[in-house]
């Protein structure tokens, strides 16, 4: 009750003048005194509450002071994450630029146009500008015209490319004669034929490893030698070989013998020999001077 009534009394004496006074223990004397009121004292209370609200929102804005306290995010831990914000928006730049890029050379790859596209940063977004055409230069339609028409550095006839590449190649003649039989692969002549002189030395076109050395009814004696760069050259018909299965063989190695009339398949006279290149047949007159 009296607490309450104590709260009634401060309502209605809210502005009444009450005085204030300091006095001395021993002989009760009164040193100091002022007059205040209820409304000044709750005045007075809200005005330190508001400066001191001030003063600790200065200093934790202004001074690194939050972070000594631990586990709280200080200025530090806000700077690394603005760092790492800008690092992000940067990785997405470079990652829409290699989009792009990756874009453009399978629009080359598949003969197209490549087109522009502008990546931009606005805010903190991103976008990919209305892509444009780019105009050929004179150097891009030469390059296009000689991987697309008929230069040594087209890509419409890979057998021409292969034929470019062996024909810079020494290949020696297997053997010297006149070539009675063409390159024919339509008719299952996957070599040439040639009329030799009799006892004549066959030899190995390029060095290589023999992966095969054997005789038989319809081709006579038969060797077959591997070559670098995935080129096999084969012999047939000759009368005697000389090299076995797993031999090395230098380029210009005599191989065997071819004789006419003595091949072993009934008296046909002609000593084959075949080029093969990636496993596919290829006419030898390109490659050798018979």
Known sequence: ?????????????????HRLSLRNQHNDSEVWYMYISPANVLTGFVALVLVLFIIILTTVAYTPILDLIPGYPGNKSREMLIANIVRIDSLERELAQMQVYSDNIALIME???????????????????????VVPSREDSILRAELEGGGIYQLSDPTRVVRTVRTGLELM???????????????NRFGVGIATAASQ????????????????????????????????????????VLPATGARVKSGEV??????????????GLFEFELWHNGTPVDPEGYVVF
């Not at 009534?5 to 809210?14: A, G, I, K, P």
């Open 255 to 268: 191989i065997g013998f071819t004789g006419e009339g003595l091949s072993g398949d009934a008296g046909k």
């Open 1 to 17: 009750m009296k607490s309450e009534r104590n709260f009634v009394y401060f309502l209605r004496n809210l502005r009444e003048k």
């Open 201 to 240: 030395q066959v030899m190995a076109v390029e060095d290589g490893t023999v992966v095969l050395s054997t005789w038989s009814p319809d081709d006579g004696f038969v060797v077959q030698i591997q070559h670098p760069g995935n080129l096999l050259s084969v012999y047939k018909h000759a009368t005697r």
């Open 111 to 133: 003969g197209k146009t490549p087109v522009v596209r502008d990546v931009r940063q606005a805010g903190d977004s991103m976008r990919v500008s209305r892509p444009e055409t």
């Open 173 to 187: 003649t297997p053997v010297r004669g006149v070539v009675a039989e063409h390159f024919n692969p339509k008719e």
